[in-house]
């Protein structure tokens, strides 16, 4: 069984708790003692219905301020894929929660209220999943109950976003009209709307094709650890423990270390389970080379006509998460792979106005929740790719050194040299 | 022709192996909780395998409250002895015996909260700045939300509003001294991956999770077994032998087993496939006492 990671996102109120709601309970995802516990924490605070919100609502802070304030995670499973549901609040100052929920998704579902059309927040979420890579964009209608199932108004929206969609990086677009509240093409095709000749959203979710999305071509290993055993029976054993980033290794491979640019080749690839031929994306496996060099933590391994690119200077998209407001100048910690470096942010090009995707030359600061471009040079040579082609590769994140926090999610850009 | 997708197992594995290695390369001292529950077992399958050929380069801790299952204590100490580990115990009793935490005078009251003191004097006392725990993200609403890599201060306290984001597979493992991180390799399994893992990998487990006869009796509509720490009271009905097993194991005391006849995992699988009571819900008093019972103890320094 396949796994597909996706994240959900839209406006307050537009439903989304009922959608996730229905698809956990229609695939038996929701317990009797769960429910009868939301059915009893509805009644005590006076909503007239069973409020399904109150299943993903996790934290006393969100119960009684009825927000949702963090990403949560969300487990069902069809006979066809296992599903892992990054569920991010709705509220307009979250980008960061969106950026977050992103990160480890393969396809994003938003939500728009039939009667409202895509809104601003709406544009902004599909930025972000766009900015993250994201290649399947799923825009659910919702509500079509209350517009009369009309076919005019679905088709009015989808322009509407068709015409927004063109400026952003996401090669998958589909539309679902639907009522979540009344199932129509959640799980079931709708009865109300047989216009639309397309897949309920669970239909989607379980056959779209996710497997090409990966980077099967380039071969990155970032080193871990190095295993040495002190035992009697390996004391001569050697291997460099890490999960594949990208691309396929294959036993008698040549390849090259990086930054001291080795030359050796693949001896063997082993796991607790035995030793393998070949390795892909994400498996974790010890590889192990036919010469004996000297590899740390934080070295990659890369095929010799196909390496990533090296230096300490690179541009990056940022999406800034901390109260304090980042200014160029600023010196930070960054965690890329497996290898950590100092970063000193030497500009900011321009801060992104992510309803509009103008870009705000003049800025003069990122702000909680802004995206921008920033140059940064880092004391250590970095191993990496464009974003786009490797998310594991481009991807990096910046801490505060004296508070140590998670201040930026950074995601590479070709260089521009 | 090779198609390159990994089962979702497998997927689940290499995550929880990467996180693990991550632990071991970038802190000076790890741990692992241990409590003979099936999750943990997982967890120390999981441990083995990050780490090999290389035996586990960090010991495991147990809390034993002292109202344990004896299966699961005889079994704690096979795993312990068969894959050569260094196991530390914290005991509930001995900080009840030195008057560092006072129990309830009930009778056979439980002693959840208290590991909590017991949890956190071991973990300082050994310094651990990383600890393993077997929480999974599908159990319980609190643990929905929590990070994979958590950050406790120093009083071991969890801070819902204060988390870092958690992007990609990247992890912030920076700390100040003192602070310590609860990590979670199986953030992303469900009840359901557990059991199907189990019966891929051939986990051992304590027997008790598989259908046997015993003595139980039913209190607030959940069935407890007869023994040391848990008598029935005469306001509870008469005590009667079933056929049953245990979906999750914590104390004697507030443990509740199901009536079953699964004695293999696929069995258990079938059975869990179809179950319409959450495994926490079905089982564990400790949960029920508030909405947000979980939430306070993890608050408190909780596992």
């Known amino acids: 069984m396949e796994l597909l990671r996706f994240a959900t996102a839209g406006s307050v109120d537009d439903g ?58 969300r487990y069902f499973a069809t006979p066809k894929r296992k599903f892992i549901i990054a569920d991010t609040p709705g509220h307009t100052q979250h980008t960061r929660n969106m950026v977050t929920g992103c990160s480890t998704a393969d396809l994003v579902v938003l939500l728009v209220d039939a009667r409202m059309g895509p ?35 679905f088709e009015e929206i989808r322009r509407e976003f068709d015409d927004f969609a063109t400026r952003l990086q996401v090669t998958d677009l589909t539309y679902i009209p639907m009522s979540a509240l009344e199932g129509d093409n959640v799980v079931e095709r709708s009865r109300e709307m047989k216009w639309y000749d ?32 002190i035992s009697s029976e390996l004391h001569d054993f050697r291997g460099y423990a890490g999960q594949v980033a990208s691309g396929v290794v294959q036993v008698g491979d040549s390849v090259v270390v990086l930054p001291s640019g080795f030359s ?37 391994l890369c095929r010799p006509h196909n390496q990533p690119s090296i230096g300490q200077d690179l541009s990056a998209m940022v999406c800034w998460m901390s109260e304090e407001p980042l200014q160029p100048g600023a010196k930070l910690w960054m965690k890329h792979t497996t290898r950590w470096a100092r970063a000193l942010v030497k500009g900011l090009q321009y801060r992104l106005d992510v309803n509009t995707l103008h870009r705000d030359q003049q800025a003069a600061e990122l702000v909680l929740n802004d995206i921008g471009r920033i140059d940064v040079r880092t004391t250590l040579p970095l191993f990496y790719d464009e974003y786009r ?24 850009l070709r260089p521009t040299t | 022709m090779t198609t390159y997708r990994l089962s979702h197992l497998d997927a689940l594995e290499a995550e929880a192996i990467h996180i693990i290695r991550e632990v071991v390369a970038e802190f000076e001292k790890p741990a692992l909780l241990f409590s003979g529950g099936k999750d943990s077992a997982v967890l120390l399958h999981l441990a083995v395998k990050a780490c090999w050929p290389q035996r586990l380069p960090f010991p495991v801790v147990h809390v034993d409250t002292g109202h344990n299952f004896p299966e699961v204590i005889a079994y704690r100490d096979r795993q312990v002895e068969t894959l050569g580990i260094r196991l530390l115990v914290g005991s509930v009793q001995e900080d009840i015996d030195r008057g560092h935490i006072v129990e309830h005078p009930t009778p056979g009251a439980t002693r959840n909260r208290l590991q909590i003191y017991t949890l956190l004097r071991v973990l300082e006392e050994g310094g651990y700045d990383a600890v393993f725990g077997g929480g999974r993200r599908d159990e319980e609403k609190a643990r929905a939300k929590e990070r994979i890599f958590s950050l406790r201060d120093e009083f071991g306290q969890w801070n819902p509003r204060t988390q870092r984001p958690e992007l990609w597979n990247i992890y912030n493992t920076r700390h100040r001294p003192g602070e310590h991180f609860r990590v979670f390799p199986l953030s992303n399994w469900t009840e359901l991956d557990i059991w199907q893992y189990v019966e891929q990998e051939a986990v051992p487990l304590p027997e008790i999770y598989f259908a046997h006869r015993r003595q139980v009796f039913k209190r607030g509509g959940m069935l407890l077994a007869v023994g040391p720490f848990s008598q029935p009271t005469p306001r509870d009905e008469a005590p ?23 004695v293999t995992p696929i069995q258990v699988i079938k059975e869990t496939a179809v179950s319409r ?14 909405e947000a019972a979980m939430e306070d103890r993890k608050r408190e320094g909780y596992f």
């Not at chain 1, 082609?389 to 590479?412: E, H, K, Q, W, Y």
Request: include cysteine.
């Open chain 1, 198 to 229: 397309g897949p309920s959203l669970l239909h989607h979710l379980e056959e779209v094709h996710i497997s090409s999305d990966r980077n099967l071509i380039d071969f990155r290993f970032p080193v871990q650890r190095v295993v040495r055993p």
């Open chain 1, 389 to 412: 082609l490797n998310r594991g590769t481009g991807s990096f994140v910046l801490v505060d050194d004296a508070t140590n926090a998670t201040v930026a999610a950074g995601m590479i």
């Open chain 1, 16 to 73: 989304k708790s009922t959608l996730i709601g229905r698809l956990l309970f229609d695939s038996k995802q929701v317990f009797e003692d769960q429910l009868e516990a939301v059915e009893a924490s509805s009644l005590a605070r006076g909503d007239e219905y069973t409020n399904l919100a109150l299943l993903t609502d996790g934290l006393r802070a969100e119960r009684e301020q009825g927000i949702t304030i963090d990403v949560a995670y």
């Open chain 1, 119 to 153: 809104t601003e927040q709406t544009r902004r979420h599909a930025t972000v999943a766009s900015l993250l890579g994201i290649r399947h964009l799923v825009l659910c209608i919702n509500k079509m109950d209350l517009v009369g199932w009309e076919r005019k108004r």
């Open chain 2, 240 to 262: 009667f032998e079933a056929t049953v097993r245990y979906r999750t194991v914590g104390d004697m005391t507030c443990t509740a087993a199901i009536e079953s006849t699964a």
């Open chain 2, 277 to 290: 009571v959450s495994e926490r819900g079905a089982t564990r008093a400790d949960d029920r006492f508030s």
């Open chain 1, 264 to 300: 050796s080749s693949i001896e063997a690839i082993e796991t607790a389970d035995g030793p393998l031929n070949e390795a892909y994306p994400p498996m974790s496996v010890l590889l192990r080379l036919s010469d004996d060099l000297d590899i740390s933590r934080g070295d990659m």
